[in-house]
């Protein structure tokens, strides 16, 4: 019913089921994981009016569970993207994988799906630095683009006394570009 992607990895599409409404996929090394993308593999939907919570778990220094919530996964939202690197330091949340005594090891995290009703889920607040950017790609890429101009125009600074008389050229003050 899901699969669980990180960068440079196999998918994984095999959960270990927990418990009737409860999944979970191993993240080995997980120290070296940016982001992970949670999705539904399309053969089976979610039963009408449930969805999918998705949770982040990482042993904190005494080798304690510590339960985050990412977001969700829906029928209408079958996939998403959680950013999990800021989260290695931060504090649990509530969770219903509590009374499971799942095993922990230094290395090793998990994503949690629990599957419940999506009135449930519309009350849940995810852990804000699990969510990715939303600002568009297109965007994103001309921000970054305009950036790069920026720097690579500015290589070519010159002070006025360096300049030499030249008919054919145009020079354009940097702070015109910048103004822009």
């Not at 993240?27 to 919570?53: C, K, Q, R």
């Not at 982040?56 to 080798?63: A, K, R, V, W």
């Not at 354009?172 to 570009?177: G, L, M, R, S, T």
């Amino acid at each position: 019913m899901f699969g669980c992607l990180v960068a440079g990895r196999l998918v994984q599409a095999a959960p270990q089921q927990v418990a009737e409404d409860k999944f979970v996929f191993d993240l080995p090394d997980y120290e070296n994981i940016n982001h992970v993308v949670v999705f539904m593999l399309g053969t089976i939907p979610f039963p009408e009016g449930m969805g999918g919570s998705v949770y982040f778990c990482y042993p904190d220094q005494s080798g304690m569970a510590v339960w985050q919530l990412l977001g969700f996964v829906t029928n209408e939202k079958p996939s998403a993207i959680f950013k999990i690197s800021g989260l290695k330091s931060g504090k649990g949340s509530q969770h219903p994988f509590g009374a499971m005594n799942l095993p922990q090891t230094p290395t090793v995290a998990q994503i949690g799906i629990s599957v419940e009703l999506l009135e449930n889920l519309a009350q849940q607040t995810p852990v804000a630095s699990a969510a990715v950017s939303s600002v568009d790609s297109f965007t994103e890429f001309t921000q970054k683009m305009l950036d790069n101009f920026y720097n690579f125009a500015s290589s070519f600074a010159v002070t006025q006394a360096q300049m030499t008389p030249n008919p054919s050229e145009a020079f354009i003050p940097a702070n015109v570009v910048l103004k822009w």
